[in-house]
């Protein structure tokens, strides 16, 4: 398996607190995303980074903020929780800029927001 | 905006029937194509790719994909599924001219009853 590590692996919180979810990668891949998973929708994506401090909105951004200070992290904020961020995270990497490669994805992280 | 469409959101199947499950993918240009399979409980693991040449992909465990570039579409081919088999399976797609931004369909439930 690719080196992904997604912390933490599940979390319960309250609405309007704030989460942050952590990928961490010792692939050294350029791509990082973030992708929320629920039943019907497959996974849509949040944001991606491209290189460090390069990041841009996916389908479904809003709500979410994301940080790329070093190759290897990829951090997911969740500034206000709400019920609706209730779902599973994702994180994958990818390494050339023109696709022809796979994503990798880490295991996953349950967030529930109560 | 790109979408990738997959068709059938459940399937059921007995063992050793065949299968094949829709994609079709929404904007024009180059493209790299992928399958993915998550078994229960587990992250998505790499089925197949498509890059360029020729449009009959195979791929892990007796998966194939057709590229059919004038139909836009993607499909995924197995000609005897096994109980084993039962899973959610994603087509993605990333435009070979963007930052490699991987968009997923929506999913498809494969069941398979021995």
């Known amino acids: 398996d690719a080196g992904i590590t997604q912390s933490p692996r599940h979390k319960v919180t309250e609405t309007g607190t704030p989460v942050t979810l952590r990928c961490h990668q010792t692939?050294?891949?350029?791509?990082m995303y973030w992708y929320r998973q629920d039943p019907g929708h497959g996974l849509r994506l949040i944001h991606y980074?491209?290189?460090?401090?390069?990041?841009d909105k996916g389908e479904v951004s809003d709500g979410y903020s994301v940080s790329r200070s070093k190759t290897e992290d990829f951090l997911l904020t969740l500034e206000s929780a709400t019920s609706s961020q209730t779902s599973v995270y994702f994180c994958?990497?990818?390494?050339?800029?023109?696709?022809?490669?796979?994503?990798?994805f880490g295991q996953g992280t349950r967030l529930t927001v109560v | 905006a790109q979408s990738v469409s997959q068709h059938n959101h459940h399937v059921i199947l007995s063992e050793a029937a065949s299968l094949e499950l829709g994609c079709n993918y929404s904007?024009?240009?180059?493209?790299?194509l992928f399958w993915y399979v998550q078994y229960p409980g587990q992250h998505l693991q790499l089925l197949l790719k498509?890059?360029?040449?020729?449009?009959l992909v195979k791929g892990i465990k007796g998966f194939e994909a057709e590229f059919i570039k004038s139909k836009f579409s993607f499909n995924l081919r197995k000609p005897s599924v096994q109980w084993s088999d039962t899973a959610e399976y994603f087509c993605?797609?990333?435009?070979?001219?963007?930052?490699?931004?991987?968009?997923f369909g929506q999913g498809t439930t494969l069941q398979v009853k021995p």
């Open positions: 994958a990497i990818s390494e050339t800029d023109r696709g022809n490669t796979e994503a990798f």
């Open positions: 692939e050294n891949h350029r791509y």
């Open positions: 980074s491209y290189g460090v401090k390069d990041t």
């Open positions: 904007y024009g240009g180059t493209v790299n």
């Open positions: 498509y890059f360029s040449g020729d449009p």
């Open positions: 993605a797609v990333v435009r070979s001219s963007n930052t490699g931004k991987l968009i």
